[in-house]
């Protein structure tokens, strides 16, 4: 029964439509976008186990960390095995994640939080992230930006349906939000298990030298690798040793650093900027930010493909950097100035996700395209770690000094504005590859021939 789910049992047959793939990418990335979604937990979960931000932020963190570790390690696992398997192992590890997890919360054992939303959980979430992206960007070489930003748009509007659903499953079980996280992990495993196998169940992988019709690969230009783009590229070993690898690494970790430290306190930040914001506000706010995350996906990594994936980044870095300087100076003047600003760059954020991948096809090509950006995601999970670190041990600090509101933030968003103007360097030094002689042929296009 499970050979279902090998790769040669998911080929697309003749006249099969390639827009039939972004609903099934969807339907993962929706599912697993849940992450951005649990600053709601957040205040519950500080109260159920009596302990710090620092702690309970701590969870996310591990979440993210094995993010990126198991797309790094899993990216050519992916490749060879296909999306259907990747999913439906996404899944398995998601919806158990929050079962383990739940079980945590009801017998008071924190580090079983850790193991199952964090660590497990995690594992699902890095399977689940890359098995999309690169199966799309196959069916799309003609429109990468807009392909990857199709799945990743998912991601970032999970939270647009996790934050009122967890927020309403809160309100509903118990007499405290705390007494009803028990609840609301079971039945969002659940439900999340079932889309995910849904998705699984219906992608497909384009058949060996798949093109879309009328669409030939671009020319070789001066200074690009002399392969051609769309079926062949530089391995993910070469890839790794390139100087141009290590810097877009620097950039999507500075990127997101800057944009996970205010998405993971979303509803904690929001309530200390302006008094008057509740619980039910501050999780409309998460909704909010899950909205412009989930549309700067698609819109910017879209516009990348007209702009160029350099000059996007010139715009995310250089503009996010004096957007977190607006905040900082001037963000309790106003609710709507603040909502707005922290919009925009919640959308970079999201953006900046979504144009990496094509970044990646651009510089290295699509043959082992999915296996070199999971690699490279082991910058999302160091980000995962220093994003949400900064802002809650910050946060910490200023509240045993006798500070409050803004002010336990005011340190953290200048901070934040020096690791964008880090990441903006980097990227105006990448450079193309310098020509090289081809290391795939059209035969090793195919990723279940790819070398291990």
Same mark, same amino acid.
């Given at each position: 029964?499970?050979?279902?789910?090998?790769?040669?049992?998911?080929?697309?047959?003749?006249?099969?439509?390639?827009?039939?793939?972004?609903?099934?990418?969807?339907?993962?990335?929706?599912?697993?976008?849940?992450?951005?979604?649990?600053?709601?937990?957040?205040?519950?979960?500080?109260?159920?186990?009596?302990?710090?931000?620092?702690?309970?932020?701590?969870?996310?963190?591990?979440?993210?960390?094995?993010?990126?570790?198991?797309?790094?390690?899993?990216?050519?696992?992916?490749?060879?095995?296909?999306?259907?398997?990747?999913?439906?192992?996404?899944?398995?590890?998601?919806?158990?994640?929050?079962?383990?997890? =739940?079980?945590?919360?009801?017998?008071?054992? +924190?580090?079983?939080?850790? @193991?199952?939303?964090? /660590?497990?959980? $995690? *594992? %699902?979430?890095?399977?689940?992230?890359?098995?999309?992206?690169?199966?799309?960007?196959?069916?799309?070489?003609?429109?990468?930006?807009?392909?990857?930003?199709?799945?990743?748009?998912?991601?970032?509007?999970?939270?647009?349906?996790?934050?009122?659903?967890?927020?309403?499953?809160?309100?509903?079980?118990?007499?405290?939000?705390?007494?009803?996280?028990?609840?609301?992990?079971?039945?969002?495993?659940?439900?999340?298990?079932?889309?995910?196998?849904?998705?699984?169940?219906?992608?497909?992988?384009?058949?060996?030298?798949?093109?879309?019709?009328?669409?030939?690969?671009?020319?070789?230009?001066?200074?690009?690798?002399?392969?051609?783009?769309?079926?062949?590229?530089?391995?993910?070993?070469? =890839?790794?040793?390139?100087?141009?690898?290590? +810097?877009?690494?620097?950039? @999507?970790?500075?990127? /997101?650093?800057? $944009? *996970? %430290?205010?998405?993971?306190?979303?509803?904690?930040?929001?309530?200390?900027?302006?008094?008057?914001?509740?619980?039910?506000?501050?999780?409309?706010?998460?909704?909010?930010?899950?909205?412009?995350?989930?549309?700067?996906?698609?819109?910017?990594?879209?516009?990348?493909?007209?702009?160029?994936?350099?000059?996007?980044?010139?715009?995310?870095?250089?503009?996010?950097?004096?957007?977190?300087?607006?905040?900082?100076?001037?963000?309790?003047?106003?609710?709507?100035?603040?909502?707005?600003?922290?919009?925009?760059?919640?959308?970079?954020?999201?953006?900046?996700?979504?144009?990496?991948?094509?970044?990646?096809?651009?510089?290295?090509?699509?043959?082992?395209?999915?296996?070199?950006?999971?690699?490279?995601?082991?910058?999302?999970?160091?980000?995962?770690?220093?994003?949400? @670190?900064?802002?809650? /041990?910050?946060?910490?600090?200023?509240?045993?000094?006798?500070?409050?509101?803004?002010?336990?933030?005011?340190?953290?968003?200048?901070?934040?504005?020096?690791?964008?103007?880090?990441?903006?360097?980097?990227?105006?030094?990448?450079?193309?590859?310098?020509?090289?002689?081809?290391?795939?042929?059209?035969?090793?296009?195919?990723?279940?021939?790819?070398?291990?």
């Amino acid at each position: 029964m499970l050979s279902f789910l090998d790769r040669d049992k998911s080929v697309a047959p003749p006249g099969y439509s390639r827009w039939f793939i972004p609903p099934a990418a969807l339907a993962v990335h929706l599912s697993i976008g849940q992450v951005y979604a649990f600053s709601v937990f957040k205040t519950p979960l500080v109260e159920r186990f009596d302990t710090t931000l620092t702690a309970i932020g701590v969870v996310f963190s591990i979440s993210i960390v094995m993010l990126g570790l198991s797309a790094a390690f899993g990216g050519k696992w992916v490749e060879r095995n296909g999306p259907r398997k990747a999913m439906f192992v996404s899944g398995l590890c998601w919806g158990t994640g929050f079962l383990i997890g =739940a079980l945590g919360v009801a017998t008071g054992q +924190l580090w079983l939080l850790y @193991l199952g939303y964090g /660590v497990v959980g $995690g *594992i %699902g979430l890095g399977i689940g992230y890359i098995s999309p992206v690169s199966t799309l960007i196959k069916w799309f070489p003609d429109r990468p930006g807009m392909a990857t930003g199709l799945a990743i748009m998912g991601f970032g509007g999970g939270a647009l349906i996790a934050s009122p659903l967890s927020a309403a499953l809160l309100d509903r079980f118990g007499d405290t939000p705390a007494d009803a996280i028990v609840p609301a992990f079971l039945i969002l495993g659940a439900v999340y298990f079932v889309a995910m196998m849904l998705g699984a169940m219906t992608v497909k992988v384009p058949a060996p030298g798949w093109r879309p019709d009328g669409w030939q690969p671009p020319t070789e230009s001066p200074g690009t690798p002399a392969v051609d783009p769309a079926t062949e590229g530089v391995s993910v070993e070469r =890839a790794f040793r390139t100087r141009q690898f290590w +810097l877009l690494w620097i950039v @999507l970790f500075c990127n /997101v650093t800057a $944009g *996970i %430290g205010i998405l993971e306190q979303a509803a904690p930040m929001v309530q200390d900027f302006f008094t008057g914001v509740g619980p039910a506000e501050a999780a409309g706010y998460v909704g909010f930010l899950s909205l412009c995350n989930m549309l700067g996906r698609f819109v910017w990594s879209s516009t990348s493909d007209l702009l160029g994936r350099k000059r996007t980044y010139i715009g995310y870095l250089g503009l996010g950097s004096l957007l977190y300087v607006l905040i900082a100076v001037a963000g309790t003047s106003s609710v709507v100035l603040f909502v707005a600003v922290t919009g925009i760059i919640l959308s970079f954020y999201g953006g900046g996700f979504a144009t990496i991948p094509a970044y990646l096809k651009d510089l290295f090509g699509s043959f082992n395209v999915g296996a070199i950006h999971g690699r490279l995601l082991t910058a999302w999970s160091c980000a995962g770690i220093a994003g949400p @670190l900064i802002v809650n /041990v910050i946060a910490d600090q200023q509240l045993a000094a006798g500070r409050s509101g803004a002010d336990l933030y005011t340190f953290s968003l200048y901070l934040m504005v020096g690791v964008m103007v880090v990441g903006f360097v980097a990227n105006a030094l990448v450079r193309p590859l310098p020509k090289a002689a081809p290391e795939a042929t059209p035969q090793d296009a195919d990723p279940s021939q790819a070398r291990v």
